[in-house]
C-alpha cells in the first residue's frame, strides 16, 4: 500500500495509529515533532503524512507549511490529525496545504477513508 509519515509526539496515540495502518498494509515511519517530520519527509518523501498540530517546538500548522511549500515534499499531501476542533484551525490548517483535517479520536474507518481519499488525489 502506501508508505506513510506518522508525526506524533504521543507514543501511545503514534503506537495506535500505526498498528491500525500497518494492519492496513501500510509501511509506516515517525517522527515526534513538527522538525523531525520536516526532516523525515525530505529525506523518505513519504506517500501521504498525518501530522498532529501540538507538539513542542515546531508545531503541524508550521511543519506542513513548510513541507507543503517544499521543492522537495509540495506533492506529499498531508492529513491533519489533531484534537483541536474550531472551524478556524480546520481553515487555518487548509491555508497552511493541508488535504484534510481529522479531529481526535479518529475511527479506524474514517482514518482509512481519509487516507485513501488523499492518496487518491
Known amino acids: ?3 506513510i509519515l506518522l508525526v506524533e509526539d504521543s507514543q501511545t496515540e503514534s503506537r495506535a495509529y500505526a498498528q491500525i495502518l500497518q494492519k492496513n498494509g ?3 515511519t515517525t517522527a515526534e515533532n513538527g522538525e523531525q517530520g520536516v526532516q523525515k519527509a525530505r529525506e523518505n518523501l513519504p506517500d501521504l503524512i498525518l501530522m498532529d498540530v501540538v507538539m513542542p517546538g515546531l508545531n503541524g500548522f508550521q511543519a506542513t ?3 507543503t511549500r517544499g521543492d522537495a515534499t509540495n506533492h506529499i499531501p498531508v492529513v491533519i ?3 483541536k476542533d474550531q472551524e478556524t484551525d480546520k481553515v487555518w490548517g487548509a491555508r497552511q496545504g493541508a488535504r484534510a483535517f481529522l479531529t481526535k479520536p ?3 474507518k474514517l482514518l482509512l477513508d481519509t487516507i485513501n481519499q488523499a492518496l487518491a488525489g
Do not use: K, L
Request: avoid cysteine.
Open 1 to 3: 500500500m502506501a508508505r
Open 106 to 108: 479518529v475511527s479506524e
Open 26 to 28: 501500510h509501511e509506516v
Open 81 to 83: 490529525v489533531s484534537t
Open 65 to 67: 507549511r513548510q513541507i
